[in-house]
């Protein structure tokens, strides 16, 4: 821009000096101004690329302090272990947008860029601000990357295990059932030996001397009571008919 001003000055006072010589044509009178005027809008295409420029330099601005504070979040949600890998995936995107317009932006003022040093520091910055901001998301996404392959091997552990527990129980339940089989063939065994012994006392043969009977009775009266305790096993092993079959050999005692 201080070349153009040295230009359009030193042809003004070009057509000062040939003004006062009286020696100036009207053709160079008309290059002169041509030559001055194309100075002018060159000036002016300039300043209109520097205020777009600006323009577009604020609004990358504008959009990376959201996505400071988009990252500022995923940071918090990651700490509290809420973090979403989609979340870093399209802060990511962003970034890459914003430099892919950075990269436009270069291109296009490439003649400001190379005139213009402070222009050139602000492009460099932001670009050096997209950078951190990358490394950031990188670090975030590994993080959330290791806590989903946590959760991962920890859903797979789980599954284990409840396939253990569930097998476990199957095989609990299984010999429940065999016990719960086992117990009432116990039973069963128990109350026939009760009803055999019931039996013989039943049968006992008839003697004729006095004291005989006595030891009859007696021995009668011993297998009824052993008849009655297996019964009595029975009842609490679950068997239902031993309640009455312990109610007739009471009877049967009582009556000896």
């Not at 601005?61 to 995936?89: C, H």
């Not at 043969?205 to 009655?228: C, F, G, H």
């Amino acid at each position: 821009m201080h070349f153009n001003k040295v230009i359009t000055f030193i042809s003004i006072a070009g057509i000062l000096m040939s003004c006062n010589s009286g020696v100036v044509s009207r053709k160079q009178y008309d290059a002169l101004k041509g030559e001055y005027n194309e100075l002018k809008e060159t000036k002016e295409a300039i300043q209109k690329d520097f205020i777009e420029q600006n323009e577009q330099i604020g609004l990358i601005l504008d959009e990376l302090s959201i996505i400071a504070g988009r990252t500022s979040s995923l940071r918090n949600d990651v700490e509290s272990g809420k973090g979403d890998i989609k979340q870093a995936e399209a802060i990511h995107m962003s970034l890459e947008s914003i430099r892919a317009r950075i990269g436009e932006l270069e291109a296009a003022s490439e003649e400001l860029m190379a005139k213009n040093k402070e222009f050139k520091k602000v492009v460099e910055g932001l670009k050096g601000v997209i950078t951190q901001q990358e490394d950031q998301i990188s670090n975030l996404m590994s993080v959330i990357a290791d806590k989903d392959k946590m959760i991962a091997r920890q859903g797979r552990t789980i599954k284990e295990h409840e396939g253990t527990i569930a097998e476990q129980n199957e095989k609990i339940t299984a010999q429940n059932e065999q016990l719960k089989k086992t117990v009432k063939a116990q039973a069963k065994m128990l109350f026939d030996a009760g009803a055999l012994l019931e039996e013989v006392a039943d049968n006992a043969p008839s003697v004729s001397w006095r004291k005989n009977k006595e030891k009859m009775a007696n021995m009668t009266q011993d297998i009824y009571k052993k008849a009655l305790t297996y019964y009595e096993q029975a009842k609490k092993a679950g068997f239902a008919e031993a309640e009455e079959a312990i109610a007739k050999v009471r009877a049967k005692i009582q009556a000896e």
